[in-house]
């Protein structure tokens, strides 16, 4: 699985949109990118995954670069219970395998 | 959706016995089940792969003696952390894929919400 680049933490002031990015230079051309967020002292919770198309549902956008050598997980809106660390992860498809996480990104929702 | 339950959430022992938490799928059966391991700040680490009805596969530096894994049923994984000491005090997380997704959300996980064990 790629390896996946996300910054350590980052602020954004409720109602506003939050942009999260992840660099993720050395993605092959099956592995699919997946969002997962860890709030505080619970299992992670499924975001949003992409392949090469930009990606919407009711919690997020995510918008991979055409060279998918990067992507952005958009929160439109961000209200504090979205406070949590947010993880990026690159895996390929087809089979039952684990989730790999790294350090994620700490997504501080300020009021 | 698919939901993942862990229990017990948080257990407190003393050190030496043996603590078992369980992983129910309770809407989807689940051929796999994950279990990770999360210290304090820090990510979370996989501990093993549980598969029904065979032997777990451990990561490398887990002691499958001390983190006895069950998988007997298709909605069911226990870890028991056998003669526990202070330092195995840690949130222990489990997760599952529907075996019967095809799509394309056959590799999207679900996550339990965790057991905190503090080992006294």
């Known amino acids: 699985d790629a390896k996946t680049t996300q910054p350590p933490s980052m602020d954004c002031a409720e109602g506003r949109a939050a942009n999260l990015p992840c660099n993720h230079s050395?993605?092959?051309?099956?592995?699919?990118v997946y969002w997962y967020r860890q709030i505080h002292s619970q299992g992670p919770q499924y975001i949003i995954h992409?392949?090469?198309n930009n990606e919407t549902n009711e919690m997020a956008s995510l918008i991979i670069t055409e060279d998918r050598k990067s992507s952005t997980l958009i929160l439109p809106h961000a209200t504090l219970r979205d406070t949590a660390v947010y993880y990026c992860?690159?895996?390929?498809?087809?089979?039952?395998?684990?989730?790999?996480f790294g350090s994620g990104t700490q997504l501080t929702v300020l009021p | 959706g698919a939901v993942v339950s862990q229990h017990p959430s948080w257990v407190i022992c003393k050190s030496g016995t043996s603590v078992k938490i369980e992983c129910r799928s309770l809407?989807?059966?689940?051929?796999?089940m994950f279990w990770y391991r999360q210290f304090p700040k820090q990510s979370l680490m996989l501990m093993a792969t549980?598969?029904?009805?065979?032997?777990?596969?451990?990561e490398q530096g887990v002691e499958k003696d001390k983190f006895l894994i069950n998988h007997a049923s298709l909605t069911l994984s226990t870890l028991t952390v056998t003669s526990a000491h202070p330092e195995d005090s840690s949130f222990y997380i489990c997760?599952?894929?529907?075996?019967?997704?095809?799509?394309?959300?056959?590799?999207?996980?679900?996550f339990g919400a965790g057991s905190r064990l503090t080992v006294l």
């Open positions: 809407d989807f059966q689940a051929t796999t």
């Open positions: 549980s598969n029904e009805g065979s032997k777990a596969t451990y």
């Open positions: 050395t993605i092959s051309g099956n592995e699919y």
């Open positions: 992860i690159v895996r390929g498809s087809g089979s039952a395998r684990q989730l790999t």
């Open positions: 992409g392949l090469k």
């Open positions: 997760s599952a894929r529907d075996s019967g997704d095809r799509g394309l959300g056959a590799n999207v996980l679900t």
